[in-house]
């Protein structure tokens, strides 16, 4: 699948996403939730969102691997945050920038 992903004129550019994605193609893959624990259940990173984070994205790589797709197929990703507080969204961008 071919993903396009930009931020229309009119929108708050630069942002640490993208605003718009489209996809094109036959084939769809859906990962279920992931969060920070290894295969055998071990809790990874408790109280530090920036470790808990990054396991949820390794394991979510990992399902996305077993279906031979990365996160450049991805068009959509959810993240679900308890205890959530506005200056979390500095984290967002931070990882964001790793990643790449």
Known sequence: MSVQRFSPEGLMQPT???H?????GTRHVH??????RLADATPVA???LAGQVAQA????????AGADATFDDVVRLT???????P???RFHGRYR???R
């Open 16 to 18: 640490p996403y993208h």
């Open 20 to 24: 718009v994605a489209v996809g094109t």
């Open 31 to 36: 990962v279920a939730g992931q969060i920070s």
């Open 46 to 48: 408790p109280g530090d």
């Open 57 to 64: 994205l390794r394991n979510t790589a990992t399902g996305l």
């Open 79 to 85: 993240f679900y945050v308890t205890a959530w507080a």
């Open 87 to 89: 200056e979390k969204i």
């Open 97 to 99: 920038k790793r990643r």
